[in-house]
Nanobody, 125 residues
Framework: VQLVESGGGLVQAGGSLRLSCATSGFTFDDYAIGWFRQAPGKEREGVACMTDVDSGRYYTDPVKGRFTISYDNAKNTVYLQMNSLKPEDTAVYYC???????????????????WGQGTQVTVSS
């Protein structure tokens, strides 16, 4: 499985960004997919995950109601739409795939096998 993120950048608080993760070798038959993030000086934390194209979405409390995970089958790409961004959302965001992602997302993701390279999101106040 290969994962390549894009879409990070600098945005003002209250703004929006959409992250993309292009996948290859990924199928929901074998894996779940999700997003994690790591801020400077902090542990990596889960953000969101999904276990199927049309169902099985989970969001961690800090992003619930503001972020949306989705998957485009035609493009083999998972998205993270981030709205109402806050300075505390500043982090490197990683796409991750593994059968355990929707369990790992409540922790630091140490059990996850496949990771993208990360994309920086910076939210200014």
């Amino acid at each position: 499985v290969q994962l390549v993120e894009s879409g990070g950048g600098l945005v003002q608080a209250g703004g929006s960004l959409r992250l993309s993760c292009a996948t290859s070798g990924f199928t929901f038959d074998d894996y779940a997919i999700g997003w994690f993030r790591q801020a400077p000086g902090k542990e990596r934390e889960g953000v969101a995950c999904m276990t199927d194209v049309d169902s099985g979405r989970y969001y961690t409390d800090p992003v619930k109601g503001r972020f949306t995970i989705s998957y485009d089958n035609a493009k083999n790409t998972v998205y993270l739409q981030m709205n109402s961004l806050k300075p505390e959302d500043t982090a490197v965001y990683y796409c991750a795939a593994d059968i355990t992602v929707c369990t790992a997302v409540i922790g630091t993701g140490d059990s996850v096998d496949y990771w993208g390279q990360g994309t920086q999101v910076t939210v200014s106040s």
